[in-house]
């Protein structure tokens, strides 16, 4: 998980979605650690939220420390 990505248009639908913030501006370069907008169904609902953009093992206690690299062998 090394690459980056960018959030910068969205449908109508999403925009109306609740907890969709009314001052989101584009970001360009979103890193693993950022703060993103995520969908999710909640009670049978959908709704937008923040979440932390990244890889969080379960071992890992620390999240100043997660991993930006991931690989399968």
């Known amino acids: 998980m090394?690459?980056?990505?960018a959030l910068f248009r969205w449908t109508p639908a999403f925009a109306g979605l609740p907890g969709y913030p009314a001052d989101q501006q584009a970001q360009?370069?979103?890193?693993?650690g950022a703060s993103v907008l995520i969908q999710r169904q909640?009670?049978?609902?959908l709704q937008v939220a923040r979440a932390?953009?990244?890889l969080t093992p379960p071992w890992l206690t620390d999240l100043s420390k997660t991993?930006?690299?991931?690989?399968a062998e």
Do not use: T, V
Not at 28 to 32: E, K
């Open 2 to 5: 090394c690459g980056r990505y």
């Open 28 to 32: 360009w370069n979103i890193a693993p």
């Open 42 to 45: 909640l009670d049978g609902q």
């Open 52 to 54: 932390r953009w990244g």
């Open 67 to 71: 991993p930006a690299q991931a690989r």
